[in-house]
């Protein structure tokens, strides 16, 4: 494992990430940046992926289940190979596979349609159940975001994956403490979400730092004990961008040249 590359890599995404949006004019920084470190970890590290051949079997699978934070997701798979990098700059375009939302049956890579929350963890957990029950070797890695948990799909989902016993299910929350109308506390308190978790019968790790990637790698080997496991990421919403962190204006807002040019210089790109 080499942080170093690892970090350089994260940089190297964000950036993309924001040139994406900027170019789109619309789009949803903060809940991307706030992730980058996880998908990174997963991307370029942990997980099994064939970007030469995106429908093998044997793969492991990815669920965006916060569909929105589409645009460091695609980052991500043109870094990887899966489709040609300029298509990033199409992000939202009329007739781009690069929706606002991913959509499996557009883009190679993609594993689940996501957006409507709660469901893309639904979709996950099914697809762990299929692969327990074909003994494939198959893992299921789910990110989704912490207002994403005011949903009750999301916990009849956890309900089914402690109740089969899905240690090849990973779900990790974007724990960035903030969502499109406010603090997650402002909105519907999400209380403790690790014993909630545990309460449903998955090991959970607390990863103090979720923008750390050694924090994040270390969750993501630790054991699951034959549970599914959950790994409760704090992270900061707009990460990377002094005028983007911690400030829900970001949610879901484009860039203008300004803005971009500002970010950056910070990132260290053009």
């Keep these: 494992m080499d942080i170093a590359y690892l970090k350089e890599k994260c940089n190297q995404i964000r950036i993309d990430t924001l040139k994406e949006i900027h170019v789109a004019g619309s789009g949803h920084p903060g809940g991307s940046l706030s992730m980058t470190e996880i998908i990174v970890s997963l991307y370029y590290y942990k997980m099994k992926i064939t970007p030469k051949n995106p429908l093998d079997p044997l793969r492991d699978r990815f669920v965006l289940s916060k569909g929105h934070a589409a645009p460091i997701y695609y980052a991500v798979l043109a870094d990887k190979g899966f489709f040609d990098k300029e298509l990033l700059w199409t992000l939202r375009k009329l007739h781009s596979p690069l929706q606002g939302h991913p959509d499996k ?9 996501t957006g409507s929350l709660g469901q893309g963890v639904s979709i996950a957990t099914g697809m762990a159940l299929a692969a ?5 070797g198959v893992n299921v890695y789910a990110v989704l975001g912490d207002g994403e948990l005011q949903e009750g799909l999301v916990w009849e989902a956890a309900m089914a994956a402690g109740h089969y016993k899905l240690d090849n299910l990973t779900v990790i929350v974007d724990n960035n403490g903030l969502q499109i109308d406010g603090s997650c506390d402002q909105v519907m308190s999400l209380l403790d979400i690790g ?3 545990e309460s449903f019968g998955f090991t959970v790790y607390d990863v103090k730092d979720g923008n750390d990637l050694e924090q994040v790698i270390e969750a993501l080997d630790a054991p699951s004990y034959g549970k599914p496991k959950c790994i409760v990421a704090h992270t900061v919403k707009g990460k990377g961008v002094s005028f983007m962190e911690n400030s829900v204006g970001w949610h879901g807002k484009g860039l203008n040249d300004e803005e971009l040019n500002k970010a950056l210089a910070e990132l260290g790109g053009k």
């Design 132 to 136: 327990k029950m074909q003994g494939n």
């Design 105 to 113: 049956k557009k883009l190679p890579g993609v594993d689940a349609s």
């Design 195 to 197: 014993k909630k978790y």
